[in-house]
Nanobody, 121 residues
């Protein structure tokens, strides 16, 4: 499976961005998918996940502001990010797993290259 993330950019605090993650090479609907992010000098952290059964989980820091979704027909996952804050500045990575999920990100089957999100104050 190849994952390609896009949609990052520079936005002012309070603004919105939508990240996309296009998947190829495997039936998309069978994958557990999600987003992680890594800010400069910090460890990678979990952001949101959507499992093949449709169950979603969010980090407490983004609940109520971010929404994860999938478009199975187009093999694409999205992360709608609203009310962005400077603390959301990071490189965002999409990830997928065939059978499970780890909130640390370790052991995930597939990773995409990151997309930079920068939120100015």
């Amino acid at each position: 499976v190849q994952l390609q993330a896009s949609g990052g950019g520079l936005v002012q605090a309070g603004g919105s961005l939508r990240l996309s993650c296009a998947a190829s090479g495997r039936t998309f609907s069978n994958l557990n998918m999600g987003w992680f992010r890594q800010a400069p000098g910090k460890e990678r952290e979990f952001v949101a996940t959507i499992w093949s059964a449709g169950i979603t989980h969010y980090a407490d820091s983004v609940k109520g502001r971010f929404t994860i979704s999938t478009d199975n027909a187009n093999n694409t996952m999205y992360l709608q990010m609203n009310s962005l804050e400077p603390k959301d500045t990071a490189v965002y990575y999409c990830a997928a797993d065939r059978t499970g999920w780890t909130f640390s990100g370790f052991g995930m089957d597939y990773w995409g290259k990151g997309t930079q999100v920068t939120v100015s104050s």
